[in-house]
């Protein structure tokens, strides 16, 4: 998704968008503990093959870029998308609607324990389970994913925050490269991903390894 020490990271319609207050939820769940014990994880079966609209690819005209400043990973972001508070060393942007209410959240930071590409899913799903009101719901997982310039496992899941009971639903990968390893977290409301997913998968196709 590191002990309960170590550096935190930070914390993201068709007919709903997401409030600004959402953000510090958002960025309270991006972080990730390695000491956490899952409660139990519920899992949406599908024949599909998992992330089967993955192909790593530049990003749409118009997209900027952020570069993780240990060189460990380059997010892209909608040209609409204003870089938000990050913690140290990590990098993160949103999406806002003209009246501020947030509708996508994007964030890369550097790997911070012991998360591996072999553990990811389980890594990522404990600590949303130990952050959230009940355990998370598992939509797709994969691994082996060839990312540009590296290699990654991502998991998508949806997860009900403890404050305020907000769905929400993310991907989140940990891609591997020649520099290291770093963490991409995109997400939306869940009732909001029909709108925001294909723009969100479309930031995990470019994302690049340093």
Same mark, same amino acid.
């Given at each position: 998704?590191?002990?309960?020490?170590?550096?935190?990271?930070?914390?993201?319609?068709?007919?709903?968008?997401?409030?600004?207050?959402?953000? =510090?939820?958002?960025?309270? +769940? =991006?972080?990730?503990?390695?000491?956490?014990? @899952?409660?139990?994880?519920?899992?949406?079966?599908?024949? !599909?093959? *998992?992330?089967?609209?993955?192909?790593?690819? *530049?990003?749409?005209?118009?997209?900027?870029?952020?570069?993780?400043?240990?060189?460990?990973?380059?997010?892209?972001?909608? *040209?609409?998308?204003?870089? =938000? !508070?990050?913690?140290?060393?990590?990098?993160?942007?949103?999406?806002?609607?003209?009246?501020?209410?947030?509708?996508?959240?994007?964030?890369?930071?550097?790997?911070?324990?012991? !998360?591996?590409?072999?553990?990811?899913?389980?890594?990522?799903?404990?600590?949303?389970?130990?952050?959230?009101?009940?355990?998370?719901?598992?939509?797709?997982?994969?691994?082996?994913?060839?990312?540009?310039?590296?290699?990654?496992?991502?998991?998508?899941?949806?997860?009900?925050?403890?404050?305020?009971?907000?769905?929400?639903?993310?991907?989140?990968?940990?891609? =591997?490269?020649?520099?290291?390893?770093?963490?991409?977290? +995109?997400?939306?409301?869940?009732? @909001?991903?029909?709108?925001?997913? *294909?723009?969100?998968?479309?930031? +995990?196709?470019?994302?690049?390894?340093?």
């Amino acid at each position: 998704m590191e002990t309960a020490s170590a550096p935190r990271r930070n914390r993201t319609a068709l007919f709903a968008v997401l409030s600004l207050g959402a953000v =510090a939820a958002m960025m309270a +769940v =991006a972080a990730c503990s390695s000491s956490v014990q @899952s409660p139990g994880t519920s899992t949406v079966q599908s024949a !599909e093959l *998992p992330f089967a609209w993955f192909t790593a690819a *530049p990003a749409p005209a118009g997209w900027r870029t952020m570069d993780l400043p240990d060189g460990t990973g380059v997010l892209s972001v909608p *040209p609409d998308a204003s870089p =938000a !508070e990050s913690d140290p060393g990590s990098v993160s942007a949103t999406v806002s609607s003209s009246t501020g209410e947030l509708r996508m959240y994007l964030n890369a930071t550097p790997r911070q324990g012991s !998360e591996s590409l072999d553990n990811w899913s389980t890594f990522r799903l404990d600590h949303l389970a130990d952050e959230n009101s009940s355990p998370p719901t598992k939509i797709a997982e994969r691994t082996g994913m060839a990312f540009r310039g590296g290699t990654g496992s991502c998991v998508e899941d949806s997860y009900v925050t403890r404050v305020g009971n907000n769905r929400y639903r993310e991907m989140a990968c940990l891609v =591997a490269g020649s520099k290291g390893i770093s963490v991409l977290i +995109v997400a939306a409301s869940a009732d @909001s991903w029909p709108l925001y997913g *294909p723009v969100l998968e479309q930031a +995990v196709n470019a994302y690049r390894a340093g």
